[in-house]
């Protein structure tokens, strides 16, 4: 059981360059998350997903998108990278009731996201 | 954005002791949740709280949801060098779908 798969695990970008970053689960949940750490920040929301062809803005989606088109498959995208989206990345999902489960979010373990 | 307070941002014990920390928030929470992430991977979870008052253990490490829904409490007692890393509180408030993180707390064990 794979759980969160994220990928890639490393890039390093230039200003102004695209690319997309997949998260991908394999627990049949409802839910999945992106996330940025940084420094000092702890983990802050980009975007989030209820279900399949759902999408929703977290804290800091600005600079981001997001699609979900296969339920166990959760896209971010950067159209035009900057140096303050240098940082790591992580992705979550959760099942469909919190309580049901006494494991509510699983986490990949990372992309690491450099803009020069 | 909204954060949690999380503290003490770090701290250094010798192996052994007992370890406590806290986060609190100016929101009402109706689920808390306790992760340790290592060097270079993602969060892992530690324990999760659903009730008010709720003490719940996983090992050594105890964790307690606040009366006031407000606050939750993670100890680990006797700690071994394993027990090194960040530890992120996250809090999920009734009808969201989102979890609000702590800033972490970085755990540093003496042998």
């Known amino acids: 059981n794979a759980g969160v798969t994220q990928t890639p695990k490393f890039r390093v970008l230039k200003t102004g360059q695209s690319m997309t970053l997949l998260c991908a689960q394999d627990?049949?949940?409802?839910?999945m998350y992106w996330y940025r750490q940084d420094p000092g920040m702890g983990l802050r929301l980009i975007h989030y997903?209820?279900?399949?062809?759902?999408?929703a803005k977290g804290e800091v989606p600005d600079g981001y998108n997001v699609s979900r088109l296969k339920k166990q498959n959760f896209l971010l995208g950067l159209e035009s990278a900057a140096p303050s989206q240098t940082s790591v990345y992580f992705c979550?999902?959760?099942?469909?009731?919190?309580?049901?489960?006494?494991?509510?979010?699983?986490f990949g373990d990372g992309t690491r996201l450099s803009i020069l | 954005g909204q954060q949690l307070n999380q503290s003490p941002q770090s701290m250094f014990i010798q192996e052994g002791e007992d370890v406590s920390m806290n986060c609190t928030s100016s929101s009402i929470f109706n689920t808390w949740l306790w992760y340790k992430q290592d060097p270079g991977e993602g969060p892992v979870l530690l324990i999760a709280l659903y009730k008010a008052g709720e003490l719940t253990s996983n090992g050594r490490l105890t964790a307690q949801f606040g009366i006031t829904r407000k606050d939750s409490f993670l100890n680990i007692s006797a700690s071994i060098p394993s027990d090194v890393g960040i530890y992120f509180c996250?809090?999920?408030?009734?009808?969201?779908?989102?979890?609000?993180f702590g800033t972490g707390t970085r755990l540093k064990v003496l042998a």
């Open positions: 996250a809090g999920q408030t009734s009808g969201t779908y989102k979890y609000i």
């Open positions: 997903s209820v279900g399949e062809g759902t999408t």
């Open positions: 979550a999902s959760s099942p469909d009731r919190v309580a049901a489960s006494n494991q509510p979010q699983h």
């Open positions: 627990m049949n949940h409802e839910y």
